[in-house]
């Protein structure tokens, strides 16, 4: 066994409690008002379409991220795919996404029928590279009519979506400044970043809208669920049309203006949302002091670095990374063996979208920092538990 495994597991050791049996990468919780918001949910028969947890979800996602308009959805890719329809991507469209991101972000563009590009990403932030990214548009892109194009395939190039990686936020400073230069509207894919700002703003609130995501792995969780967040009231009100089968108002005629979609989230779900969001600050600061104890264990184990929060940003710190030096990125896979033998829910990063089949043809910029963190990346657990102080861990 090498030294850097031997001595990675002893930091994980050093953190995380013993004799607990498998400690998983990312664990929900639940307390007294979960279950007492759901059971109210439940008693009130109000489980689907309609009922008071939803608007009130949406009231206190608006509150906490500092948003006007929060538009609950049925789960973060819907979140994405409808914002992107809304910001105006469309069929034969192109849009800018990075490699390394969930398939989740490549999908969504793929529902309007546009196809995405690919861009690197920055080791320093895990996200979007604006300067990697303003050199490729420079050779690719041209500006025609106040529109953006490619120029080598005649697309639109027609939104960018940055993607705030494990929860640190991305150069958004220096992507807001690409993105005004190319004519390119910001949709955040914020799902992981629910919690986290940048430079004392919320994460999701610096484009046009952002996407966010409670799936059961996310840090606050709804069971399945998602929500697009937006300062433009006019959108807002698009968002929930489209959202909810773009019918028209009226007491008893169903009449409807457009191809919506069923995308709402069940007041049930909105329910176990409403009881999570109380607990989100609390998460937040216990996933902080996680990354502060794992910052100053992974500090001693040489051939590798702790991926910290970029400067300026708060992180939720969602998921823990740990970065291996290229020379020993052939220690990867036993590496996860290794740990996950020792009980410890390791992972790899996502298999980089331009190296799936179903995207393999997508135009792409280079893409050799992306290449290189998913030969390095690797995501130790994370769940808040573990950051809370040692007697009151459950
Ligand atoms: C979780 C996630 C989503 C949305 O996922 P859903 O499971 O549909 O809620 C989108 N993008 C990223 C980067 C994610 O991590």
């Given amino acids: ?47 689907s379409s309609v009922g008071k947890y939803v608007d009130r979800f949406e009231r206190d996602l608006a509150d906490f991220t500092g948003a006007k308009r929060a538009i609950a959805v049925a789960n973060g890719t819907a979140a994405l795919h409808i914002a992107l329809e809304v910001a105006g991507v469309g069929r034969g469209d192109e849009v800018l996404v990075p490699s390394l991101t969930f398939i989740a972000t490549a999908n969504a563009v793929s529902y309007c029928g546009a196809k995405p590009h690919f861009v690197d990403s920055d080791e320093c932030t895990l996200g979007l590279d604006p300067a990697k990214l303003d050199a490729g548009l420079r050779d690719v892109a041209e500006i025609k009519g106040g529109r953006c194009f490619n120029k080598k395939t005649g697309a639109r190039l027609a939104a960018i979506v940055p993607m705030h ?5 991305m150069d958004l400073d220096g992507l807001i400044d690409v993105a005004g230069r ?6 955040e894919d914020a799902a992981e970043s629910l919690g986290a700002t940048y430079k004392g703003k919320h994460t999701g609130r610096f484009g046009v809208m952002g996407a966010l995501s409670f799936n059961g ?17 006019k959108l807002g009100d698009r968002l929930k049309h489209l959202t909810t089968t773009a019918k028209v108002k009226h007491p008893w005629f169903f009449t409807h203006d457009a191809i919506g979609y069923n995308y709402r989230m069940p007041n ?11 607990r989100l600050s609390t ?12 910052r100053a264990a992974f500090a001693e184990v040489d051939g590798v670095t702790f991926a910290d929060e970029p400067a300026g940003t708060k992180s ?12 020993h990125s052939s220690l990867l896979v036993p590496l996860l063996e290794q740990t996950n033998a020792a009980g410890f829910g390791t992972r790899p990063v996502w298999t980089l979208m331009h190296k799936l089949a ?7 910029l280079d893409l050799c920092t992306a290449e290189s963190l998913e030969r390095r990346l690797i995501n130790i657990p994370s769940s808040p538990c573990w950051g809370r102080d040692k007697e009151a861990q459950s």
């Avoid at 792995?217 to 009231?233: M, P, S």
């Avoid at 998460?283 to 794992?294: D, G, P, W």
């Fill in 217 to 233: 792995n996310k840090i606050v969780t709804t069971g399945g669920g998602g929500a697009v967040i937006t300062d433009d009231e």
């Fill in 182 to 187: 190319w004519r390119l509207p910001i949709v």
């Fill in 165 to 169: 990686t494990f929860g640190h936020p």
């Fill in 268 to 278: 049930l779900n909105a329910a176990l949302g409403c009881a999570q969001l109380e």
């Fill in 358 to 364: 179903i995207y393999a043809d997508c135009p792409r």
């Fill in 316 to 327: 939720n710190f969602w998921l823990n990374a740990v970065l291996l030096d290229e020379k």
């Fill in 283 to 294: 998460f937040v600061a216990e996933k902080r002091q996680l990354a502060a104890a794992y």
């Fill in 1 to 47: 066994m090498s030294a850097l495994i031997d001595n990675f597991i002893a930091a994980l050791q050093s953190v995380l409690p013993r004799g607990r049996g498998p400690i998983g990468l990312h664990e929900p919780e639940f307390g007294a008002n979960d279950r007492a918001y759901v059971l109210d949910a439940i008693d009130s028969t109000f489980v």
